[in-house]
């Protein structure tokens, strides 16, 4: 009888983790450390309950990735860009050597609300002594390169909430 009641114990433990709910793929919050150099993050921009933007980005999270960016690109898609990466918050600056294309620059925080937001333009020729800084007002974590307007277009600004989600391809 006690190896019965063990075995109904189990058994009733069983289902119940089977049928508690889990969250599904669009509930989870990104974890980059897990993800491979090609993975893509989904970057949701909100004000309170409403959804301002999403964007799809790829990761660049090594020193290597970080300092290529976007560089020699000659375009870049609507709704698409590049998510910097570090594992401190400090104040970045960032340039347009050998970008071509005009961006939004989104600075965000740790805590993930956009610390502000510059507008980069191409500078070609320009000597590396010669090109433009641009710097983020405060202590930021992650850096968004998509396309210039983007930001204004969505009406995205400082304190905006940043949601980055993983992409299952």
């Known amino acids: 009888m006690k190896n019965f009641l063990v075995v109904l114990g189990l058994v009733a ?13 669009e509930e989870m919050e990104e974890n980059f450390s897990n993800m491979s150099a090609n993975d ?4 949701i921009f909100s004000e309170g309950n409403r959804t301002l933007g999403v964007l799809r980005l790829e990761k660049a999270d090594t020193q290597r990735e970080r300092s290529r960016g976007l560089m020699y690109r ?11 990466v570090w594992e401190d918050e400090v104040n970045r600056s960032f340039w347009m050597k050998n970008t071509y294309i005009p961006l939004d620059m989104i600075f965000v925080t740790a805590e993930r609300t956009v610390e502000n937001i510059r507008e980069a333009d191409p500078q070609p020729n320009v000597s590396d002594d010669m090109l433009e800084s641009y710097t983020s007002t405060g202590p930021a974590k992650y850096v968004i390169e998509t396309r210039q307007n983007f930001s204004d277009e969505q009406g995205i600004e400082n304190g905006t909430e940043v949601v980055f989600r993983d992409i299952v391809s």
Do not use: D, Q, Y
Request: proline letters at 7%.
């Open 40 to 43: 893509t993050v989904k970057a």
């Open 74 to 84: 000659k375009t870049l898609e609507n709704g698409t860009g590049m998510l910097f």
């Open 13 to 25: 433990v069983l289902a119940l983790l089977v049928a508690a709910p889990r969250p599904g793929a």
